[in-house]
């Protein structure tokens, strides 16, 4: 038979289609991370690392280097938070650490939030990103620094405007990833009552 001759299939009547199953609506729980979520909390970095350039790194995160990173962050009582779906999966993550190592900079953190590709676009970065927040107020925290790529990392900005961070500077042409220079674009949030 030749393609002209291929007829259209009849598509059936709405009461004889087998009807269409519903997705399950996004869920998530929000709670500290224990060391067990590791292991995930690193596929979801690593894929960050060989996929874009909103990490200036280059190389793939080794779980011993997010054991040390976690025993530090809880040894200085700051927030590293999960969020999980309801089957246990990790769906994203998001931490504080410190600026500097210097004391006076004691109460001024950077932080990092990262979602694992499933649960991009699904609205879990602001609800994620406001639990550090307020998890950071509660530890006596008074400034969160967000250092943002400038290319590439469009909805990071945006959803860290929206949460009251501010732009307070811009670096261009400081990392190198992929064959390309790449800026930055440094946000800043108080915690301070007013």
């Known amino acids: 038979m030749l393609e002209e001759e291929y007829q259209t299939r009849r598509v059936l009547p709405h009461h004889l289609r087998k009807p269409v ?7 998530y729980s929000i709670r500290d991370a224990v060391a067990e979520d590791l292991p995930s909390v690193r596929e979801i970095y690593n894929y960050y690392v060989t996929n874009s350039t909103v990490t200036f790194d280059d190389k793939p995160m080794t779980l011993r280097a997010w054991r040390t ?3 530090h962050i809880r040894k200085a009582g700051m927030p590293f938070l999960v969020a999980e779906s309801p089957s246990g999966q990790i769906l994203g993550y998001t931490l504080v650490s410190p600026w ?11 932080n990092s939030i990262y979602l694992g590709p499933a649960a991009r676009g699904k609205g879990l970065g602001t ?3 406001k639990a550090l927040i307020e998890r950071s107020r509660e530890a006596g925290i008074r400034e969160i ?16 405007a929206k949460l ?6 811009r670096m261009g042409r400081v990392g190198f990833k992929f064959d390309r220079w790449l800026g930055t674009i440094t946000m800043q949030k108080s915690l301070r009552k007013k």
């Open 21 to 27: 199953p519903e997705e399950a609506p996004f869920s």
């Open 69 to 71: 990173k976690y025993d």
């Open 100 to 110: 500097s190592a210097k004391a006076g900079y004691r109460y001024t953190v950077e």
């Open 127 to 129: 609800p994620l990103l």
């Open 145 to 160: 620094i967000a250092v943002i790529a400038d290319q590439g990392a469009e909805a990071s900005i945006a959803m860290h």
């Open 164 to 169: 009251g961070f501010k732009e307070v500077g």
